[in-house]
Every structure is written in C-alpha cells, then in structure tokens.
C-alpha cells in the first residue's frame, strides 16, 4: 500500500467477519478497532475507537440472514461514521438483501428494495458496492455512485481449472439467460433453459428444458441459492433429460429454510458458491466456496484513489 492507506478505514459489521478478514489481509490493512455487540434486549451497540476524521471509510457488511439484524446494523455503522466526521463512507455489501421486491407487481405489497436503498442513502452513505445484485436495475433507485460487481470472473476461473468436457452451461430460468450467456462464452458450451414457473417464494414447478443435455456435463448457473426450489427441480429435471453430470455455480448461497436438505437430496455432483454469505453449519460435502475478496479489495482501493472501477465490471 502507499501513502494514501492512512487514509483508509476498514470496519466489520458481524454479518461476516471472515470475508472483512479475508478484504483486509488483501490489501494489508488491519480492520477498525470496533465494537459491535448487542444490549441485552437485543438492540445494537456501537462504539467504534479510532478517529474517523476525514478518513474514507469502508464499511464490510453484507446484509445476508439474519437479513433485518445485519441491516440495522450496517444503518447504525453508516451513522456512527457520520457523526465521527469521516471523509467519505461506502458500503460494501456483497450480498444485496431485499432485492426481491424491485417493483409494485401486484396490488398493496411494498417496494422493498426501494426502502433499502432510501434508509442507506438517509443514512450517510455516500457510495455503494454490491455484487451480482439479484436485479440489476436497482441501481436506479440510488442517487449516490453504485458499483455493481460480478462474481464470475472469480468463479469462471475455478471453473476452467476443472476441465469440465463437452460442456453445456444451463439457465435455471428464463431470467438468468444474460448470466449464463456470460458463462457459456468463455467455456466454449452450449447453452440451454429449464422452463419453469413459480408457484410460491418457495416453491416452483418445472415446464421443460429448452436445449439438448442428454449425455452433456451441466453447469446450472444463477445468483443465488435462497430455499434451493429453482436449483434442485431444474437439476432433477435435467437429469431425467439424461444429464451426464450436474455442477452448480451460484454467487450467494443465502440457503435458508429447506435449502440443505434439499441440496442434499438432489442429484448435483458439486456445487460452486462466493463467500458472499458466510458458510454455515450442516452444508453438504459437495459445497467448494471460492473467495471474492480480492475483487472486492480491488474495488476498494480503485474507489479510494480515483480508478476505474469499471475495468472490474465484467458480466
């Protein structure tokens, strides 16, 4: 680091302490001198010991489950860094919660996405940097600088030192073409859709597949794993469509609800997730996390010196 790294301030919320560990050792820096805990009904305490005065402070929280608690949390830091007068203050969330609600679909449901965005912005966040958000024109709703990133070149990479032959990279829906287009490209595959149609948050019933698999190595590819009903039905499918083999490549594995015994009990050989969302207990054997900190270190020290950050926008 140079001279400007004085001028940097790392904090870790608790959501996931490892990733903040894992961001700091990439650009040799230490983590604040933070408390973070809880007052004994529950509510957030904060108490940060280090000047903040004119420092560029990053603020390492994703708002993975338990979404609400990581939330106020990341609110609470945002403000304490305001008050303490820092230079400029951005939100590293590598996993975007509330991102499901993006518009008004039906009659008397909330904007959610739209509350989150106001509540950082209200807040004092001057900047925002997230990763495969699970809709990407959520960026609208901020009038601050957003810097959306892509886990695939992390994952891409881990996937070619895999060698998979005659591969096919499979769309779990129609929504996740524009990402597996992304994957396919570079591997030199095929692509096919598994057709589905939602029932429930949880629940989804599976059309067909569009596109030959029969006898294929199948990397199913998406953003993120929530109660694994997409990802496990897409992968029964495809292997009663003859599959040779069945990969998963998902950035967030937020896996809530039945999302581990349904992993489990589907017939996916390996599954290839970002430690977006810190590793819980009780996840299959199967589960390889790649890291994304050094994208996000990347990100961070670009940001903190006025570089592109765009060079690292590949989708």
């Known amino acids: 680091m140079d001279a400007y790294s004085d001028k940097i301030t ?3 919320g608790q959501a ?10 990439a650009l040799d820096l230490p983590l604040a001198n ?4 809880r007052f004994p009904d529950g509510e957030v305490d904060i108490k940060i010991n280090e000047d903040l005065r004119g420092s560029d402070v990053f603020i390492l929280q994703p708002t993975c489950p338990p979404v609400n608690d990581n939330w106020i949390e990341l609110l609470l830091l945002i403000d304490t860094a305001r008050r303490a007068s820092a230079g400029r203050i951005t939100a590293v969330m590598p996993y975007y919660g509330y991102a499901r609600k993006d518009r008004k ?30 809709a990407a024109q ?14 695939k070149p992390a994952l891409l990479d881990r ?8 591969p096919v990279v499979v769309s779990p829906d129609v929504g996740g073409i524009k990402m597996a287009r992304g994957y396919a490209k570079p591997l030199g595959a095929d692509l096919a859709i598994v057709d589905k149609r939602r029932i429930s948050g ?13 006898d294929r190595n199948v990397v199913i590819v998406d953003d993120m794993i929530s109660t694994g009903g997409s990802i496990t039905e897409a992968a029964k499918i495809l292997r009663k469509n003859g599959a040779s083999s069945i990969m998963v490549v998902v950035t967030h594995p937020v896996f809530c609800g039945p999302a581990i015994q349904r992993l489990r009990d589907a017939p996916i050989d390996k599954i290839l997730v970002s430690d977006s969302c810190p590793r819980g207990e009780g996840w299959p054997g199967n589960i390889e ?27």
């Open 202 to 214: 949880s629940e989804i019933a599976v059309e067909h597949v569009i596109g030959d698999v029969r």
């Open 289 to 315: 996390t790649v890291s994304i900190a050094p994208l996000l270190a990347k990100a961070i020290i670009n940001i903190h010196r006025s570089t592109s950050v765009s060079v690292l926008f590949q989708d």
């Open 138 to 151: 959520i960026q609208g709703f901020y009038d601050i600088p957003v810097d959306h990133l892509y886990a």
């Open 105 to 134: 679909d039906e009659g008397r449901v909330p904007i959610s996405a739209r509350v989150l965005a106001n509540t950082l912005t209200v807040g004092g966040c001057d900047r925002l940097v997230t990763i495969d958000m699970h």
């Open 34 to 37: 933070a408390h973070v805990g």
């Open 10 to 12: 790392l904090i870790s």
């Open 159 to 166: 996937l070619s030192e895999l060698n998979i032959v005659d």
């Open 16 to 25: 996931h302490p490892q990733l903040s560990r894992d961001i700091a050792d």
